[in-house]
Nanobody, 128 residues
Framework: VQLQASGGGLVQPGGSLRLSCAAS????????IGWFRQGPGKEREGVSC??????????YYADSVQGRFTISKDNEKNTVYLQMNSLKPEDTAVYYC????????????????????WGQGTQVTVSS
């Protein structure tokens, strides 16, 4: 199983980035994808996730990113995206994508221990 996160970079406050998580070696119907982040001196936190349902997938967002971040997926490409708008300096972190076992195609969560496969992370820096 491989999860390849990409799309990070340096952006000014108020700017946007789109992260990608390309998954290979796993059955997409059996695993949902979540995004986590770890800022400098902070614990890793759950940011967003998307369920495995092929249509009208359930999505979750942490309060800190609700309304600014949008998670989506392309089932044909086995890729999950995290569109991040109105970025703030406090969004600066290493962002990780992870795959969790999907017991229900209509839900997902940001509980870290429930995710079994992790990507390598991509750095997002929001600074002027």
């Amino acid at each position: 199983v491989q999860l390849q996160a990409s799309g990070g970079g340096l952006v000014q406050p108020g700017g946007s980035l789109r992260l990608s998580c390309a998954a290979s070696g796993l059955t997409k119907e059996h695993y949902h994808i979540g995004w986590f982040r770890q800022g400098p001196g902070k614990e890793r936190e759950g940011v967003s996730c998307i369920s495995t349902s092929p249509r009208d997938a359930y999505t979750y967002y942490a309060d800190s990113v609700q309304g600014r971040f949008t998670i989506s997926k392309d089932n044909e490409k086995n890729t999950v995206y995290l569109q991040m708008n109105s970025l703030k300096p406090e969004d600066t972190a290493v962002y990780y994508c992870a795959a969790g076992v999907a017991y229900d195609e209509n839900t997902c969560g940001a509980v870290e221990y429930s995710y079994v496969y992790w990507g390598q992370g991509t750095q997002v820096t929001v600074s002027s």
